[in-house]
C-alpha cells in the first residue's frame, strides 16, 4: 500500500509532516510518497538516513495552496500545487490514498474534480471522529464539506458514515442519528424533518433525533448526520465550550496557593483529559463519497497527527470503502446487514 | 411595576418558583402576580407570610401547558392555562412584563397570538446571555424561536440584539457579528451570504462574520446573529462540550489519590467557574420582537434562576425595550447612534 502525503499545505513545515510520514512508514509497513518541494523532502529524509525512491518517494510540486486561498479559484489555478499533483496521483493508480493537513475546501473542491465523485453519491461529506465520556468513538458526517445541502445529501451522508462506522472502525451494527434541536420527530427545519422522512422509510438503522448536549455525554447513537453549516458549528461550540472551562479554570486558580497546588497535583489527570481529547490521536477527518480515499489532517497537525491520519487513510484502503458506498442502502436491509 | 410569574409549567413545583418570585418582589420592589393554580400560590404566599392581594397577587387558571406538549396546538387548546391568561394580562395592561419558565415553543407561539409582533419585525427571536473568559457577557440572538430563517429575519436580529446590549445591558457602542464557519465574506451558506450583504449596507455597527470556537474565550463582538436552528445547536454544543470536559476530569481522577486531594484544594475553583457558567445567575433568555416584555426562564429553573429571570425582565420594561425597536435601523448611522 502506498499513501500520498502532501506535506506543503499545512501550518507546520514540510520537514515536521515528513517524520510522521516516516513515522507511519515504518510503523506499518507502508509506502509513502511525498508530494511537494524535492530539496525540502530529499533533505528531511536524508535528515532520517532514508533514502529517495522506493519505500519513500518524491513526487515534486513546484506551488503550493495556502490556507487562505479560495478554494475552487486555487484548484483552478495552481494545477501544479502539491495538492493537486498528489491527488491526481491517486487518480491515477500512483497511490492509494490521499492524506493532506492543508486548505480544507480546496481539498474538497480538488477531490470533486480529479477524483469525481462514488456513483450515485450526490455530494461528499467530511466525517470526524470525537471522543465520549463512556470511551468509544463517535462519528459526524458532514462537518464542512458543504453549506447548502438537500435532504437526499443527508440521507447519503448516513449511509456512508454508517458504511465506515462498520467497516472501517469495526462497529458491529451501527446506529445513525439526525442532529436536530429537539428529539421528537417533527422538531427543527425544514431540511432535517424532510431528511428524518428519507431515513426513517429506509433500510439504514436510524434512531431519530439526537441534540448536541448530550452527543459527547451519552453518546445516543454511533453515526450523527448533519448538514456540513451545523456540524461544523457543533464541532467549533464543542471545542469552545472546552477551551471555555479550561481557560476560567486557570483564571480562577491564579494566585490561590492551594488551588494552584491542587492543579498541580492534578496535572497528570489534565494531561490524560488533554490527551482524549486531542485531534493528534484520532488522526484526519475522511472526505467521503469521492472516487478515492482522502483524509484531511489538521492543519496544524504536528508529525504524531499525521501518522495518525495516514492510519485513517490505511484502514480505509484496507476496508475498501468507495467501493462499499456502491452497494447502496439496501443491503442495511432486515436480511442485508 | 408588576411582574407577571407563571408558576405552573416549569420542571419545579409551584413553590418554588413563587419563593423565587417573592424573593424578587422584596429585592427589587416590584410587584408580581402569579398565574396559576389559586391554592398552591396561597399556600406559598402564607408560608412566606406575605397576604393575598396588593404586592403579590394572583390570576388564577386551571390548566397547564406541559412540556412535552405541542407548541401551537396547546396554545389554542388550553386559553386557560396559566400561560395564555398570564400573556393576556400583559396584553391587556395589567403587568408590565410576562416570565415563565415553561414550554418554550408554546410561550413563542402564544406571545406571538395573544401580543402580536413588534411594528416592522419579522419575526421575535430569542437571546441568550452566555459568561466569556474575560468577564463581559456575550449575546446571541436567535437560539431557537425559529427553525427556518430568512436573510431579512437575521437583520432584524441583529437590530433587537444591538438594542438589547445598548440599553438592558448598558454597553456603549455595541457591534454584531454573523455566526459563520469562517470569518471571510462569502464563506458558508445562502442564508447567512444573503444577510451578510444586507447587514453590510446597513447602518448598524456590523463585525462581518464570527466562528463558535473564538466566542466564549475572545469575544470578537458583543451581539451574535445566528438563525435559530444554528443558533440552538451551538448553545447545547457548547453546554456539551463543558459536561464532557468536566466529566473526564472526573473520570480520570476517580481511585487516584493524589488527583482526589487535588481536586479537594481546587473545589473553590471548581464552584467557581461552575457558578460563572451557571443559567441561574444570568437569568432568563428574552423573547425579542414582541408587543411586550417577555423572558423564558430555564425549565429547570429554581427560585434563584427565577428571580434573576424577573431581574432580566425589569430592565427591559425600564428600557421600554419593545418601544426602542420600532426607531428601526436608522438611529444606528453614523450620526444617529
Same mark, same amino acid.
Given at each position: 500500500m502506498r499513501i500520498l502525503l502532501?506535506?506543503?499545505?499545512?501550518?507546520?513545515p514540510p520537514h515536521e509532516l515528513i517524520k510522521g510520514g516516516i513515522s507511519a512508514g515504518r510503523r506499518h509497513g507502508i509506502d509513502i510518497t511525498f508530494s511537494g518541494d524535492p530539496s525540502a523532502i530529499t533533505a528531511a529524509l536524508a535528515q532520517h538516513r532514508e533514502k529517495v525512491g522506493g519505500k519513500y518517494d518524491i513526487l515534486p510540486s513546484r506551488t503550493v495552496i495556502r490556507m487562505d486561498d479560495a478554494p475552487v479559484k486555487s484548484v483552478r489555478e495552481k494545477p501544479d500545487s502539491s495538492l493537486i499533483v498528489g491527488l491526481e496521483a491517486v487518480r491515477d493508480g500512483q497511490a492509494d490514498a490521499f492524506v493532506s493537513p492543508g486548505n480544507t475546501g480546496a481539498i474538497v473542491a480538488g477531490s470533486i474534480f480529479r477524483?469525481?465523485?462514488?456513483? $450515485?453519491?450526490?455530494r461528499p461529506g467530511i466525517l470526524v471522529t470525537l471522543p465520549t465520556l463512556g470511551g468509544r468513538d463517535l462519528y459526524v458526517i458532514?462537518?464542512?464539506?458543504?453549506s447548502d445541502t438537500s435532504p437526499e445529501q443527508l440521507f447519503h451522508f448516513a449511509l456512508m458514515g454508517l458504511t465506515y462506522a462498520r467497516?472501517?472502525?469495526?462497529? $458491529?451494527a451501527p446506529i445513525a442519528g439526525l442532529l436536530n434541536i429537539?428529539?421528537?420527530?417533527?422538531?427543527?427545519n425544514k431540511l432535517i424533518s424532510d431528511a428524518f422522512e428519507m431515513l426513517e422509510a429506509s433500510p439504514l438503522p436510524f434512531a431519530g433525533n439526537v441534540e448536541a448536549h448530550q452527543l459527547?455525554? $451519552?453518546?445516543?447513537?454511533?453515526v450523527v448526520v448533519s448538514d456540513g453549516f451545523v456540524g461544523n458549528v457543533f464541532l467549533k461550540a464543542v471545542e469552545g465550550g472546552i477551551s471555555a472551562v479550561t481557560g476560567l479554570l486557570k483564571n480562577t486558580i491564579r494566585g490561590r496557593v492551594l488551588a494552584m497546588l491542587g492543579a498541580l497535583l492534578m496535572s497528570g489527570s489534565f494531561a490524560r483529559v488533554k490527551g482524549t481529547l486531542s485531534y493528534r490521536r484520532r488522526g484526519g477527518a475522511p472526505l467521503l463519497g469521492v472516487n478515492g480515499v482522502v483524509v484531511i489532517a489538521h492543519g496544524r497537525s504536528d508529525a504524531e497527527a499525521i501518522e495518525s491520519a495516514i492510519e485513517v487513510a490505511c484502514r480505509q484502503v484496507r476496508a475498501d470503502l468507495p467501493a462499499q458506498f456502491?452497494?447502496?442502502?439496501?443491503?442495511?436491509g432486515p436480511h442485508g446487514s
Open positions: 502532501d506535506v506543503m499545505g499545512g501550518d507546520l477524483l469525481g465523485r462514488c456513483p $450515485d453519491i450526490p458532514d462537518v464542512g464539506a458543504n467497516d472501517v472502525a469495526g462497529i $458491529d429537539g428529539t421528537e420527530k417533527g422538531k427543527g459527547l455525554t $451519552d453518546r445516543p447513537v454511533d456502491a452497494q447502496g442502502a439496501s443491503v442495511w
